[in-house]
C-alpha cells in the first residue's frame, strides 16, 4: 500500500439528490399514467402497492421535510432530508434497513461460529402463490427447515452427541435479477449443533463438511415433502381456487407475469400460466454442493469461517440488498429505460429493456403485503429460545437511562435502541463521520426536525437550496386520445 494512499482522507459527505437519479425521473414522469391506466371499477392496484409507489417520490426530497444539524463551535449548518422508510425497491431505504440489520446480526445475533448460507428457490407455480401469500410462505420454510435441522442432527448423533440443536436466520428475498418476482429464501445458520453442557453455556459441535450427496438428499427430500404440502391445501388442482385474483386481479396479473418474465399489460392482460409439478424428478447437479430437484434448487456452498466477521457481515449485506441498486438503471430515450444485470446471462444478455410503464408493474409486483415478515428467526436464534442469551453475543453496552432514579436510589436501563443511528450506518459503510463539521472539525447536533410547510420554504430559499418538490406529471390520456388530441391542437 502506497503512503499516500494509506493517509488518504476519507470521502466528504454530499447530500443525496434523488430527483437526479433515473428511478425518480422515471417514476415522476410516468406513475400518475400509468395508475390512471390501470384502474377501474374492479381493477386497481392496492392501496398499499400505490402508497408505497407515491412514497417514492417524497424520499430524500427537502420539501417534504428535513433535520436541521450545527456544529456547536463554529454554528455551520447542514440539512437532512426525510426518508420513506419503505421495504420494497427504494435503493436509499433499503440499503440502509440493509447495512443496520447486517450490523445487527453480525454484532449481537450470529454467533462466533461457522456460519452456512443455504440459498433454497422454488418452481414458478410455487413462487406465484408466495408473493402474497403470507402463511404458505411459513409452511414452505418450515418444511425445508426440518429437513436441514434433520441433517444437522442426524450429523450430531453420529458424534455422539444425542441432543443437538439447531437455529438459523432467514431472508425471504422476493426479486430475481432482472427484476422479476421470484420469492426464495437465503437462510444463514451455524454450521452445527448446540449441545447441553453439565455446566455452564450450550456447547457449539461442528458438522463434518458438506457432501454434493447431502445437498442433492436434502434438496430432493424438500421438494417431495413441499408437494406433499401443497397438494394437501389443494394449490396443485386444475382450476384451484386464487384468492388473489378474486381480491386483487389486477395485482394477480402483474405478479403472474412478473414470475414467469413477461408484461402484464397489452395483448397479454388477464393471462395466467400455471404449471404442474413432475411427480418424480432425480436432483440434478449445477456447481458444487448445489442441486436441483422438480423445480426446486438449493444451494449450500456459501460457508464463513467464525473469525471472519468482516466477510459474515458482508453476506448478511447481500441477503439484504436491494432489488435495484443505485447506478443500474438507464433511461435510453421517452419510451425505453435499461437495467442492467449483475453477471451477463450464459446467452450473452446484460441489460433488459423496458417501457416505464412495465418497469413500474416490474416494482408494483415486488411490494409485500402488509406484515409479511422478511427475517424470520428460529431455533436456537429465535426471541423466545430458553437458552438463546447464552448462546448469541447480544448488546456490546448496555444504555444508561436518563430517567429520574427508582424509589431504592438505582437508575434502570433504558431500552436499547432497535436500529442504529444514520450516523454510524454512513461512518460503518463509507468510512466517514457524518457529524463532523467540515469547516472546523466540530461536533454538529441535531437542533431542529423542519416540517411546516412556509418554514421549510423560508430556510431552504434563505440558504440557496431548493423549496419545491420536483413536479410531478399529470396523467396522460391513452395513445391514441392524446393523438387525436395533438391532431386537433394542430388544425385550430
Known amino acids: 500500500m502506497s503512503a499516500a494512499h494509506a493517509h488518504a482522507k476519507p470521502p466528504a459527505y454530499r447530500r ?144 455422539g452427541h444425542g441432543d443437538g440443536r439447531c437455529g438459523s436466520v432467514t431472508f425471504v428475498q422476493r426479486f430475481g435479477s432482472a427484476l422479476n418476482c421470484n420469492p426464495h429464501f437465503h437462510v444463514l445458520m451455524p454450521d452445527g449443533v448446540y449441545v447441553s453442557a453439565a455446566d455452564g453455556p450450550p456447547r457449539f459441535v461442528r458438522a463434518p463438511s458438506l457432501t454434493d450427496e447431502d445437498v442433492q438428499q436434502i434438496v430432493e427430500t424438500t421438494a417431495k415433502r413441499v408437494v406433499r404440502l401443497l397438494q394437501r391445501r389443494g394449490l396443485l388442482e386444475e382450476g384451484s381456487v386464487d384468492p388473489l385474483w378474486e381480491s386483487e386481479p389486477l395485482l394477480a396479473t402483474m405478479t403472474a407475469a412478473s414470475v414467469q418474465g413477461q408484461v402484464a399489460t397489452g395483448d397479454r392482460a388477464g393471462q395466467r400460466v400455471r404449471r404442474r409439478l413432475l411427480d418424480s424428478q432425480a436432483g440434478v447437479r449445477s456447481g458444487p454442493l448445489c442441486f436441483s430437484s422438480r423445480g426446486f434448487s438449493l444451494h449450500a456452498a456459501t460457508c464463513v469461517e467464525a473469525a471472519d466477521r468482516a466477510q459474515l457481515e458482508r453476506l448478511c449485506r447481500y441477503v439484504m440488498r436491494p432489488p435495484l441498486a443505485a447506478g443500474r438503471l438507464q433511461i435510453l430515450d421517452d419510451e425505453q429505460v435499461a437495467f442492467t444485470l449483475k453477471s451477463v446471462w450464459s446467452d450473452g444478455t446484460y441489460q433488459i429493456v423496458l417501457s416505464p410503464e412495465e418497469l413500474l408493474e416490474k416494482l408494483a409486483s415486488l411490494v409485500p403485503p402488509p406484515r409479511l415478515n422478511l427475517v424470520r428467526y428460529h431455533g436456537v436464534l429465535a426471541a423466545n429460545a430458553a437458552d438463546r442469551s447464552q448462546i448469541v453475543p447480544g448488546p456490546k453496552e448496555e444504555v444508561e437511562a436518563l430517567a429520574a432514579p427508582t424509589s431504592d436510589g438505582e437508575r434502570t436501563p433504558a431500552q436499547r435502541r432497535h436500529r442504529l443511528a444514520w450516523a454510524v450506518l454512513l461512518a460503518r459503510v463509507f468510512q466517514f463521520d457524518v457529524t463532523e463539521c467540515p469547516t472546523c472539525g466540530g461536533r454538529m447536533k441535531i437542533v431542529a426536525a423542519v416540517t411546516d410547510p412556509r418554514s421549510m420554504g423560508r430556510y431552504l430559499e434563505g440558504v440557496g437550496l431548493p423549496s419545491r418538490a420536483p413536479p410531478i406529471a399529470a396523467a396522460r390520456p391513452p395513445p391514441q386520445q392524446e393523438f387525436d388530441l395533438e391532431f386537433a391542437a394542430s388544425r385550430s
Open 16 to 159: 443525496r439528490t434523488p430527483e437526479e437519479e433515473p428511478l425518480y425521473q422515471v417514476l415522476a414522469e410516468h406513475l400518475e399514467t400509468f395508475l390512471e391506466r390501470t384502474r377501474s371499477d374492479d381493477r386497481q392496484l392496492p392501496a398499499y402497492v400505490e402508497q408505497e409507489l407515491r412514497a417514492y417520490l417524497d424520499c430524500g426530497i427537502l420539501a417534504h421535510g428535513f433535520l436541521r444539524v450545527r456544529c456547536e463551535d463554529c454554528d455551520q449548518d447542514r440539512v437532512v432530508a426525510f426518508f420513506c422508510q419503505r421495504r420494497s425497491f427504494c435503493p436509499s431505504c433499503m440499503g440502509r434497513r440493509m447495512v443496520d440489520t447486517a450490523a445487527r446480526l453480525t454484532d449481537e445475533i450470529l454467533p462466533a461460529v461457522p456460519v452456512r448460507q443455504w440459498v433454497l428457490s422454488m418452481p414458478f407455480e410455487i413462487r406465484y402463490r408466495l408473493a402474497w401469500d403470507g402463511d404458505l410462505v411459513s409452511a414452505v420454510l418450515a418444511v425445508f427447515l426440518r429437513v436441514v435441522y434433520g441433517w444437522y442432527r442426524r450429523q450430531s448423533k453420529k458424534q
